[in-house]
């Protein structure tokens, strides 16, 4: 079989005002950036908010082992063959995902476009500059910087304690050398000396803002709101005390309308915004979302991670934020992660090993479990490898057969969207007899605590929780800032339920530790901290940026 | 008179595939970015190589005053007028322009693409994220920076000192801040801590590489000439030695690709790259030009500061590499700042003084005298404003007309195309009578010392140079290193012929002192540094952000 580049560059794109006018757009509505990317205004949004919205289907996966899951491999799959089977009907539909992080593009091999016959194109596009929406967040983010630290060095009339800014600079890249830093060296002329680092620009609260933000207006208001440091009486300051707001919508103007690019097979996708999953909520952006329920009938979008933070994420804190109610969940698995799952190591996947499959199968049936407390109705997508067994395959499909979940094989990977038709199927009579109805595990009202407690115990069913007394600290200058309200963010380990990544399957008789608490005003979370987690990664000794080549004609080799 | 940002947006603009229409160019050949702009693919210039070259025209100025002078302004007047001028013929007219850089937008007021009724549109988009090319650039520069400090964190096989490592990081941003930083601190895993710092993007190597590159092509092999640092036994080690050239040209493939946009009377303009003007050669991009050349009759471009700086590296750096040769000069002034050089203080400017223009014509001629020098004709443009007397006109009329200088004033700001017909019609007199051929004022084999020696007599009528010791090291090592064929590119003060930014007209009896020489191998020059010059601005006391704002339906108020 092909690369995925390889696939990638072989495909024929139509031209995008086609793909526009599929969903009823018409070339006004969009602004083209080249041949086959476009921005859609939020105007469209505007004038279709009367029109009744078509149905989300969320796709989430078990917990993510080096085996991999192909979860947005699934997605795109689903979307074509979700437009296959609508084909001649008045139906259709539309995929949202998120943008891929360009930083990590040159670190580690891998792009995040889904893979095989299951990809959205421009592939290399989408996965460098794309329409520049990480660039505005990444300007916006570092004005507001350049402005917190020119406002110190103008007098400091707030009055900025600078052991405690809140708020580091960002870029799009794998750069471990600026984590940690010292800014300001070399004398009065260049500001105040501060330490400080960099994070890259995925985890950015200008990214979680934007994800929100329902329009300018909400996306001016959250802006406001982002806590940037804490003046001598450790009150918080915030970007309305430094009113800044205004220069950075003026960044992010164009970084607020969704992008319009296809699958492989045409079907129209919005990938929009992509906030980290661990520090923020991990999904594409709400505008996105809502304008593609507007224009179709059946929307597939992803949420970062496992289902127990991805999905626990997305319905918390993007549905509940944008009153969106998913009718349905599909959760992927692969018979090699469940069989890591089952205590087998990853050099030993390739024998057949049904015992080890049925083992894991107790990580799946959890993740079934929380999505269920959800109201939400679930179809298990078995994505296939050439190594699977069919005995290792009907370890899970008879499993979910007698515990009533529809399951179906997924071979979009090396069928593009025929080999996704069975799960399209499900999908779709699920959606069409019994759609979800979102419930939420807590109440808004609930003490950041309770919220927290009720996560650990229900979804990763921990025995309980830990506050370090940093953390117990934090848990009251919050209720203080009246901010408890606020649902919590979990930045957690994805490999596990518990905050130990090694412990695979669905451990038992774990508690989760709460090492600290950070209050994305703007976005509107607490995150809880739970382990080590890293804002900047780092590159690997042999990055993919050396592989890389820009070819006579513009022609690109090496990306992924 | 309405404000730029006012004018712009009351202006009705041509869809820009029509602009493109108008120089011959299909739908094909062009890239749209929403409906106004576009890029330009290579493989047109590829395609139209046989072509004869238009004449090319550059725009330069008397030696900037706090006054103002105008130039872009000129620069997009005299197309305007041009177009008008050529309107029934099979003749036509084009501009050439840098990218404005972002960060500074955000700083003091005032944008950089022309202004009143002579402006290039749409010059919000221009002067914010325009098609991303400086963030390409950006990328494409911190990912080198990053693959440094990974490549000595991962063992430093090429055993970089890291006390010598010749690479910042860039932003486009105004961020003093990050002038002069500690990085890697915080233990082993963020890499070894050492001094950097950043410089603002345009300040970056790869923009001028960018700039002066022939293709993609060229594009590698500059980038892969860039000296990043030196090892312990000082030798220099370059992109080429580290192999990350051909993932710096993938993040630069559409930043390679010039611009088109309009101006407010709907001519074509190419607007791209944007070099500093002072350690780097401050002009738009060879390909810009040189695809203008192809489609077009006559191509008006400029250059960065006063002609002593400016033009002297338009001509000897990138004509020379490039092949180019001047038609005729634009050499502009206005009644303002002449009287600045002769001797009047910004705050007395509003009172007539014929007696201090005529001082001040002291750094007119010599700037004429020394574009002659170079063999290309002169026209003088004196750029009106409304406090000028006929008196004060006269002073230059007169004496331009003494000195068979051709000189037409110029009213485009407040007129468009209709205040600059005069000009153009001198313009268009020149250069089809008369236009210059280039001649260089020194040799290539000449050594770097004679090179500067010969500009700082020549163009700025100094009496001599002197070296520090470090200049005189870094000489010795140039010539060890084999690159003293290379141009020289001054960096001095913009404001002054001497390195004395207070020393106005035309001074005489000054040496130069060369501080520093700084070797940019890609971009194929040597820096001569003359005194400290500022690679990353500042922000003033209140930044010009604090003015911006989104509005509903987002519209910009603000911004210039």
Redesign the interface.
Known sequence: MKSDIEIAQASKLKPIHEIAAQVGLSAEDI?????YKA?IS??VYRRLEHKPDGKLILVTAISPTPAGEGKSTTTVGLGQALGQLLENTDQNAMICLREPS?GPS?GMKGGAAGGGYSQIVPMEDIN??FT?DF??I??AH??L???I??HI??GNALRFDVRRIAWN?V????????????????GP????PR?SGFDITVASEVMAVLCLAQD??DL?ERLKKMIIGYNADKAPITVADL??E??M??????AIQPNLVQTLEHTPALVHGGPFANIAHGCNSVIATKMALKLADYVVTEAGFGADLGAEKFFHIKCRQAGLSPAATVVVATIRALKMHGGIDKSALATPDAEAVREGLSNLSKHIENVQMFNVPVVVAINQFPTDSPEEIAVVTDWCKENGIPVALSEVFTKGGAGGLELAQQVLDLVNTRPGSLMFLYNQEDTIQVKIETIVREIYGGDGVQFTSKAQTMLKRIDEMGLSHLPVCMAKTQYSFSDNPNLRGRPEGFTITIRELKISAGAGFIVAITGDIMTMP??P?V?A??????L???K?T??F
Do not use: C, W
């Not at 002329?189 to 105040?192: C, F, R, S, T």
């Open positions: 602004e083209q950036y080249g041949k921005k939020l105007d360009l040159f460098l500059h520049g660039h505005a990444t300007s570092n004005l910087a350049a402005l630290d020119n060095h103008q600079r870029l799009d890249m794998n750069d471990r050398a600026l984590r940690q830093i010292v800014v300001g060296l070399g002329a260049n500001g105040v330490e300018e207006q001016k009113g800044a205004g220069a919508a003026v960044l992010l103007k164009d780092g590159l000794k990055p940026a050396m592989n890389m080549d820009l006579a004609e513009g690109i090496g990306l």
